[in-house]
């Protein structure tokens, strides 16, 4: 059974572009979640969406975005980036995001911003 | 508000050797869920061991262990026989039942854990 999958593993960005990262959840999952992790915050919840809708939503500005297709596929974007969005982001999915499910992280984006 | 504190920033060890990461979590909540992953450096946050708060069994996985004490709050996790392999960051992670969403995790600093010959 396939994990969860994100794209791309790297990739590096200048500062005022946007960046779209993707995630393919496994299979049968309904809910993903993304998180930042950085060496002075931590790791820290962006949102969660599940059945196309965002369910929750961490302390992040507005340029953070996401959405969910009718597939259970995600896609976060990160508009006029900043240096101190320079992180690995994470996905990660479970089935139904209620609790008790078991949540399973992907490899994650390592994105550099210069 | 949930908070999970990892007080051992970094820790050695020589093979063969047992070794325990601490956890200690805080929570208003009666229902909760305490995780434990497991980073290389290749980033992927690996899936370790899930335990709800009625639960306070200790749970054994061949040389993994994991002490749940809701008297002190804790959730402590034993390697038994380090080896090389088991060299990583560990979080320990809280998710509460009340947030509407149970994939909202509250990590842990983390505790690098270095095992060497």
């Known amino acids: 059974k396939a994990g969860v999958t994100q794209t791309p593993r790297y990739l590096i960005k200048t500062r005022g572009q946007q960046v779209t990262l993707s995630c393919s959840p496994i299979?049968?999952?309904?809910?993903v979640s993304w998180y930042q992790q950085t060496p002075g915050q931590g790791l820290q919840f962006l949102f969660e969406?599940?059945?196309?809708?965002?369910?929750n939503k961490g302390n992040f500005p507005g340029r953070f975005s996401g959405r969910q297709f009718s597939n259970s596929r995600s896609e976060m974007n990160v508009s006029t980036l900043e240096l101190g969005d320079s992180a690995l982001y994470l996905c990660?999915?479970?089935?139904?995001?209620?609790?008790?499910?078991?949540?399973?992280f992907g490899e994650g984006s390592w994105l550099t911003v210069v | 508000a949930q908070k999970v504190t990892q007080a051992q920033t970094e820790i050695s060890v020589v093979e063969k050797e047992d070794v325990t990461l601490d956890c200690v979590y805080e929570?208003?909540?009666?229902?909760?869920?305490l995780f434990w992953y497991k980073q290389p450096p290749s980033g992927e946050l690996v899936f370790l061991i899930r335990?709800?708060?009625?639960?306070?069994q200790n749970e054994i996985s061949g040389r993994y262990s994991w002490n749940f004490q809701k008297s002190t709050s804790s959730f402590n996790f034993t390697i038994t026989a380090s080896q090389v392999v088991d060299s990583a960051v560990y979080f320990c992670a809280l998710s509460e039942a009340n947030t509407g969403t149970a994939s909202k995790l509250t990590f842990g600093t983390g505790t690098r854990l270095q095992v060497t010959l």
């Open positions: 299979s049968g999952h309904r809910s």
């Open positions: 990660a999915s479970s089935l139904a995001g209620e609790p008790g499910n078991t949540i399973y």
């Open positions: 929570t208003r909540d009666t229902t909760y869920y």
């Open positions: 969406y599940f059945s196309e809708t965002q369910r």
């Open positions: 335990r709800n708060s009625f639960d306070e």
